[in-house]
């Protein structure tokens, strides 16, 4: 594993969120050497003032790239006061390797799960517990730049004051919590599985689980409104409780402790679990075992069509600037891919129970075209969780970080991470 730094700038969060004037967010470049051999891009938020004992890793979706979910990841960096670690998938946006031939090619769902639990315990526990430590550079700040593609002097990077927390000398064990987005969130889903137990703790008599509808709110800044409580609430004003509330100490309501080794908690935007939901059990395996003997013959061929950017997201500027992203994957899905991530689901079926006693937040869509919303309460169903928290967004498409109802849902994930740190 190495980990560099080639480019550090300040980003004002003035214009996310008004409540944040002032604070301005630390963003890190550097690269990430994977078990396979390629630089991973990864990005480093970092609040100019640390509020917060813990961390947050994200995980991008299939074609995407981290840098397409700054503006949600930098407002909850800012706004919570703690780190955000993030990188671009191998073959995904600034990732190697450049060639048409492996951009978004998944040889083995293994990979993204490797590459996850590699980046979350190399990169981000050396550089949380070098913080922890009051180190003033993380390990990665102190080494040579290597951009992918390039190599390049990067300066040291002075980070003391970005990553203190008042009065708190050092931490034991990093808290990091996980969020992902479509793909990312599988590959979240079987890492966080992988750091459980295979038996799930004995969970408490008593469950602490939540569902709401969140009803249209003012699309006017990507930040939630103060009041947003009162305007974008249940339509009924509150959330219909599926579990009896689970006592807890002042501060920390509802927060259950995570049965993973490696993370506290575990959060899933418009999360792909089942692609095949809804198929005979006859036309699954049907399909299933065209795609894995394609994928044994023609690995790379780009075959499957996919669905239109603006069937995905409902706000046309947002659409219009995917388009033209030149980071975003544009063409087919290809063989291997996709018998990669069907085998990701299977796999996920088989390990959904050992995330029982993870913290759990969910955020879906009813009109993604993408990842089923009865795919997730199937998926939920077969967790079922000890602490859950889940909104689902009457009338949203499949991309919730670029959506109307954006604020709104960045307000109840601080409120889910605030509970929990």
């Not at 590459?115 to 517990?129: C, N, P």
């Not at 390039?150 to 008042?166: E, K, M, T, Y």
């Not at 000398?169 to 479509?182: A, H, N, T, V």
């Amino acid at each position: 594993m190495t980990g560099s730094v080639n480019e550090e700038r300040y980003v004002d969060v003035k214009a996310l969120a008004p409540e944040d004037s002032g604070k301005t967010v630390n963003i890190v470049h550097g690269t990430f050497r994977c078990r396979r051999g390629y630089d991973l891009y990864t990005t480093t938020y970092l609040p100019a003032v640390r509020r917060a004992d813990a961390c947050l890793v994200f995980h991008h979706g299939l074609a995407d790239h981290s840098e397409r979910h700054g503006r949600v990841l930098a407002h909850l960096c800012a706004s919570i006061g703690m780190p955000v670690y993030t990188y671009d998938v191998h073959g995904h946006g600034r990732s190697g390797p450049a060639g048409p031939v492996g951009r978004a090619l998944i040889l083995s769902y293994t990979h993204l799960v490797d590459d996850l639990l590699d980046f979350t315990r190399q990169f981000v526990t050396k550089a949380e517990e070098a913080d922890g430590k009051g180190d003033a550079v993380a390990p990665a700040a102190t080494e040579t730049a290597v951009a992918p593609g390039q190599a390049q002097a990067g300066p040291a990077s002075n980070r003391a004051s970005s990553l203190h927390v008042p009065g708190q000398q050092g931490r034991r064990k990093p808290r990091i919590f996980l969020l992902g987005y479509s793909m990312g969130g599988l590959a979240s889903s079987l890492a966080m599985a992988e750091t459980c137990p295979v038996t799930p703790l004995a969970t408490s008599a008593k469950s602490s689980s939540s569902i709401s509808t969140a009803r249209p709110c003012n699309p006017g800044s990507l930040a939630p409104a103060a009041s947003s409580r009162d305007n974008c609430a249940p339509a009924n004003g509150e959330s219909l409780a599926l579990g009896t509330g689970a006592a807890s100490a002042p501060g920390h309501a509802g927060a259950g402790r995570s049965s993973s080794n490696l993370f506290a908690g575990l959060m899933l935007t418009s999360c792909l679990t089942d692609p095949l939901y809804g198929n005979h059990p006859l036309l699954r395996a049907i399909k299933v075992a065209y795609v894995t003997v394609l994928s044994w013959l023609t690995p790379a061929v780009p075959l499957f069509k996919r669905n239109p950017v603006e069937s995905g997201i409902r706000d046309p500027a947002a659409a219009r600037a995917m388009a033209d992203d030149m980071l975003w994957y544009r063409g087919r899905f290809k063989v291997a891919t996709v018998a990669s991530l069907l085998a990701a689901c299977a796999r996920l079926r088989k390990t959904a129970r050992r995330l029982s006693d993870v913290p759990l937040y969910v955020q879906h869509a009813t009109v993604d075209m993408s990842c089923s919303l009865p795919s997730m309460h199937a998926f939920l169903a077969r967790v079922r969780p000890s602490d859950l928290t889940m909104h689902v967004v009457e009338g949203a498409y499949h991309d919730l970080h670029h959506d109307p109802e954006t604020p709104m849902l960045l307000g109840r994930m601080m409120d889910w991470l605030r509970e929990r740190i």
